[in-house]
Nanobody, 121 residues
Framework: VQLQASGGGLVQAGGSLRLSCAASGRTKYGMGWFRQAPGKEREFVAAISWNGGSTYYVDSVKGRFTISRDNAKNTVYLQMNSLKAEDTAVYYC?????????????????WGQGTQVTVSS
């Protein structure tokens, strides 16, 4: 499977962005979003099961970010609201054979290229 992330950009604190991740090839995967800030390790942000029935979030984004998917379009989304300066990072989408999704980086088998999100304070 190939993953193509898009939708990043520069936004002021309190603003919103929606990231998209388009998948090609076999698409029956759990999906996740991760992020990596300069000088920090890659961290889990959100995940969704292959049928969209289950979602998971890191505590720092709960209530602000929403992960969703449209399997007819082979696309996963991350709606990010009330953005904060600490959300600034490169965001990556990833696919896992664990159909229920996972919060663990090492469970993911395929990764897209990153998309930069910069939040100015």
């Amino acid at each position: 499977v190939q993953l193509q992330a898009s939708g990043g950009g520069l936004v002021q604190a309190g603003g919103s962005l929606r990231l998209s991740c388009a998948a090609s090839g076999r698409t029956k995967y759990g999906m996740g979003w991760f992020r990596q800030a300069p000088g920090k390790e890659r961290e889990f942000v959100a995940a969704i099961s292959w049928n969209g029935g289950s979602t998971y979030y890191v505590d720092s984004v709960k209530g602000r970010f929403t992960i969703s998917r449209d399997n007819a379009k082979n696309t996963v989304y991350l709606q990010m609201n009330s953005l904060k300066a600490e959300d600034t990072a490169v965001y990556y989408c990833a696919a896992t054979r664990r159909l229920g999704g996972s919060t663990r980086t090492y469970d993911y088998d395929y990764w897209g290229q990153g998309t930069q999100v910069t939040v100015s304070s």
